[in-house]
């Protein structure tokens, strides 16, 4: 059974920084992008960054230079850490693994709240 679950969320003022986790289970960890999405009230999901299995990074314009995606293989965990962050930062954000077949799995998110 694949499990993503979500770690590290919470209410941060802007300007502060959060570093959320997500551990796998139940997938060849290893050979999966992994990618954290994010989804605001009233808004569509949307990407935020993805790391290839190997180790490849893809950062949303929106938080390039502020949000770094890394993974440990050998922890089975993709990490977002987030720094400068902003009230437009504020959303449920998900794990996402996809595997060779294209895939998906998510977790169950985790709320980044960011007040002003």
């Known amino acids: 059974q694949v499990q993503l679950v979500e770690s590290g969320g919470g209410l941060v003022q802007a300007g502060g920084s959060l570093r959320l986790s997500c551990a796998a289970s139940?997938?060849?960890?290893?050979?999966?992008?992994m990618a954290w999405y994010r989804q605001a009230p009233g808004k569509q999901r949307e990407l935020v960054a993805s790391?290839?299995?190997?180790?490849?990074?893809n950062h949303a314009d929106s938080v390039k230079g502020r949000f770094t995606i890394s993974r440990d293989n050998a922890k089975t965990t993709v990490y977002l850490q987030m720094n400068s962050l902003l009230p437009e930062d504020t959303a449920v954000y998900y794990c996402?693994?996809?595997?060779?077949?294209?895939?998906?799995?998510w977790g169950k998110g985790t709320l980044v709240t960011v007040s002003s």
């Open positions: 790391i290839t299995s190997g180790g490849r990074t």
């Open positions: 139940g997938i060849i960890f290893r050979l999966n992008t």
């Open positions: 996402n693994s996809r595997d060779w077949n294209a895939r998906d799995y």
